[in-house]
């Protein structure tokens, strides 16, 4: 239905307009007042994370270069800053890899855990890292299950497959480590003539 805008219709809008003048301004001014809060936040946000990002860099190839007094302080420090982003994640990987290498084992599983925000090949990086983290203490089966994440890359997958092989291998689950490399040496692509040498390597040993 058209609605006419007479004199008597819009004097009445005025009217009303007029009543109600100061509830109008002030949800005016509340939502303009988000709006300016909303704006702040997302560019103080991007500020923050395009810091942590040059930050990531600088202590990504400080830590390659050999700079183990600044650069974890730099790394841990972007991972704390940017923890919800995939450039913290990227971050806490960096350390965690830099912790376990070094053999500080508990900051290396705090860290990593807590990097989700991740692509999937570096998520198999993390993955393979708490496998490595349990099983060093002593937690089989976690380090086991671990390896069971796949990225959808093929040689990254025939990888975890083989890697998990060699672990029930090490641990004496020999059957179940069999059924893997045998599935790896029929339609395993990069990983197919590795799996044969450990099928020969084990023989008679397999039961």
Known sequence: MKVQLNEETFRKLLDLVIE???RILIGTAVVVVALVALVYYSNTQKSKLA???VQFVQGFYALQFGDTLNA???LLKVHNDARNSRIGSYAGL??????YQTGKTDMAHQVVDASRKLDKLSKATRELLLSDISLDRGNTEA???KLNYRSGFK?????LMYRKAKVLMAIGKNKEAVKILEDLKENGEYFSRTAAMELGL???NVF
């Open 155 to 159: 040689s990254i997958d025939e990888y």
């Open 202 to 204: 084990m023989g008679s």
């Open 20 to 22: 109600y003048r100061d």
């Open 94 to 99: 960096t350390l965690g890899i830099y912790y």
């Open 72 to 74: 974890p302080a730099l």
């Open 51 to 53: 810091d942590s990002e």
């Open 143 to 145: 380090g086991v299950k």
